[in-house]
């Protein structure tokens, strides 16, 4: 009898419905991943397997595995503090944000939404073991190897085709989810300035891949001005997280955050539109350190912008893109 009465609600429903619901395609978020604690060990682990990973280091193995061993000896402590400084009571503000746009994303479907990481757990190695049809989308709208270029490497490894949906850097509802979050963080007066920073990579990464991801950084930099009628000569787009001793993309944001007040710029807003999530290099390295370096260059009032997570605008366009 109990399990008649479980079966009941789906024997009411017509047989075409039910065989769509039981083979409902999985869409699996994907994010880059974050330490599963603020402590120093699992620091120590996250960086092992992300910074082992040849498509965000390409270093010749012999070259880098003496290196990387330094790094995992010396860095973890310090990243470890860094982490302390912005952990919630939730837990990582990634996954935490992760989380929120999966839930509206699966609320707006009204189906299954999970999300993965490329490094760490829940893992998108082990995701990819699902015998159904999956709907990948990475989290990262602006292109390059280190980022979707992993993922899609992963996904092709797995055997697993045509399942990769890619969001675009000036989609609409992404640059409207960046423009309402400027205009309620700026609210009610606006900043002398805007610094649009991205995450950096090594220079010859970019020319390798023929420039795409600064033309993407670009084009939603673009965007967004044109979305806010912010005049051009108020904002400078920039790249930060730079990393080792090779030229990286530029211009440096944290040389940005330097120099503005020296050109007179009193009142900043930062927006990082390369993460869809605040984590780490939102909160810590541009809001707690990025902050202190335009502040101790002269700098008076400055703004962090949150990230778009589960901004309904944001959502509606991830919904769009798998349902497409």
């Not at 402590?39 to 280091?57: G, I, K, N, Y």
């Not at 992993?150 to 085709?161: C, K, M, P």
């Not at 009610?188 to 991205?198: D, I, K, M, Q, T």
Request: proline content about 7%; some cysteine.
């Amino acid at each position: 009898m109990y399990c008649l009465a479980v079966l009941k609600p789906f024997l009411t429903w017509p047989l075409p419905e039910l065989i769509g619901r039981v083979s409902a395609v999985r869409v699996l978020l994907v994010n880059l991943g974050t330490t599963a604690a603020p402590t120093e060990e699992a620091v120590r682990a996250f960086l092992e397997e992300f910074l082992s990973d040849p498509m965000v280091v390409d270093y010749p193995r012999w070259l880098w595995r003496p290196i990387l061993a330094k790094i995992l000896r010396t860095r973890p402590a310090r990243v470890a503090e860094q982490y302390q400084a912005i952990w919630t009571e939730e837990g990582s503000p990634l996954e935490t944000g992760t989380r929120r746009i999966c839930d509206g994303l699966a609320e707006k479907l009204e189906s299954e939404v999970r999300f993965v990481y490329r490094y760490g757990n829940p893992s998108l190695r082990e995701a990819l073991a699902f015998s159904g049809e999956l709907r990948i989308v990475p989290l990262f709208p602006q292109r390059t190897g280190a980022t979707t270029g992993t993922i899609e490497a992963l996904v092709r490894d797995a055997g697993v085709t045509n399942s990769i949906w890619q969001i675009a850097p000036d989609a609409p509802g992404y640059i409207e989810a960046l423009a309402d979050g400027f205009l309620r963080a700026a609210s009610p007066s606006a900043p002398e300035h805007l610094v649009v920073s991205f995450h950096g990579i090594p220079v010859r990464y970019d020319r390798r891949e023929g420039r795409r991801y600064r033309r993407d950084c670009e084009t939603t930099h673009r965007a967004l001005l044109s979305r806010l009628g912010w005049a051009d000569a108020r904002a400078t787009l920039s790249y930060q997280s730079r990393f080792g001793p090779e030229p990286w993309v530029g211009p440096n944001t944290a040389a940005v955050l330097r120099a503005l007040p020296q050109n007179g710029v009193k009142s900043l807003a930062v927006m990082t539109p390369g993460f869809v999530t605040d984590g780490l290099e939102t909160l810590e390295e541009i809001g707690i350190r990025g902050k202190k370096v335009f502040e101790e260059a002269g700098g008076e009032h400055f703004l962090l912008v949150p990230c778009v997570e589960n901004h309904p605008a944001f959502v509606d366009a991830l919904a769009d893109l798998v349902s497409d």
